[in-house]
T-cell receptor, first 114, second 115 residues
Framework: GAGVSQSPSNKVTEKGKDVELRCDPISGHTALYWYRQRLGQGLEFLIYFQGNSAPDKSGLPSDRFSAERTGESVSTLTIQRTQQEDSAVYLC????????????FGPGTRLTVL | QQQVKQSPQSLIVQKGGIPIINCAYENTAFDYFPWYQQFPGKGPALLIAIRPDVSEKKEGRFTISFNKSAKQFSLHIMDSQPGDSATYFCAASTVGSSNTGKLIFGQGTTLQVKP
């Protein structure tokens, strides 16, 4: 079946602009995670959804970052007033129910802030 | 206490060699330790994972060794092939219904296997 998909695959924006990144999880997966991968670094956890609620937002780096999820489907990560330090690959992962299940990652969105 | 430290940062081996990647953690609440493999332009994919009730797990050419007392675990790739050239990440999390399962990742190891 289809894996996790993300769009766009690449996004170039100017400093100060807002961006929206989209994640379509595997159908039926209730858990959804967003991670950020800076160049040459490991992945940093941003936010966790169970269904459409976000019980763990502890990784969001500032109030410029927000995310929402529609039911057990698509999620959108929004970054307002982008800064150059926001440049990274943003990865989405989904799992069947949560912590006991394998996380399957999408290919990521490469964000470049000029 | 949430960190996972991974070494080496990069590794070059000849085909057939046995690269070893090491990770160390501090949080004793971690009880799930996966390794992910990532090819350029792709998202990470689960390679193999271990729980702390066993000291070793083997899947094909990939083996995890786990030392609970030292809070360390490592990945061994037997008979490495050029197709194994990728970036490898260790990670740790806490499972259970009251936990989110968020993964804490190491910094990654770029492996090159020369033909």
């Amino acid at each position: 079946g289809a894996g996790v998909s993300q769009s766009p695959s690449n996004k170039v924006t100017e400093k100060g602009k807002d961006v929206e990144l989209r994640c379509d999880p595997i159908s039926g997966h209730t858990a959804l995670y967003w991670y950020r991968q800076r160049l040459g670094q490991g992945l940093e956890f941003l936010i966790y959804f169970q269904g459409n609620s976000a019980p763990d937002k502890s990784g969001l780096p500032s109030d410029r970052f927000s995310a929402e999820r529609t039911g057990e489907s698509v999620s959108t990560l929004t970054i307002q007033r982008t800064q150059q330090e926001d440049s990274a690959v943003y990865l989405c992962a989904s799992s069947l129910f949560g912590s006991t299940d394998t996380q399957y990652f999408g290919p990521g969105t490469r964000l470049t802030v000029l | 206490q949430q960190q996972v430290k991974q070494s080496p940062q990069s590794l070059i081996v000849q085909k057939g060699g046995i690269p070893i990647i090491n990770c160390a953690y501090e949080n004793t609440a971690f009880d799930y330790f996966p390794w992910y493999q990532q090819f350029p332009g792709k998202g990470p994919a689960l390679l193999i994972a271990i729980r702390p009730d066993v000291s070793e797990k083997k899947e094909g050419r990939f083996t995890i060794s786990f030392n609970k007392s030292a809070k360390q675990f490592s990945l061994h790739i037997m008979d490495s092939q050029p197709g194994d050239s990728a970036t490898y990440f260790c990670a740790a999390s806490t499972v259970g219904s009251s936990n989110t399962g968020k993964l804490i990742f190491g910094q990654g190891t770029t492996l090159q296997v020369k033909p």
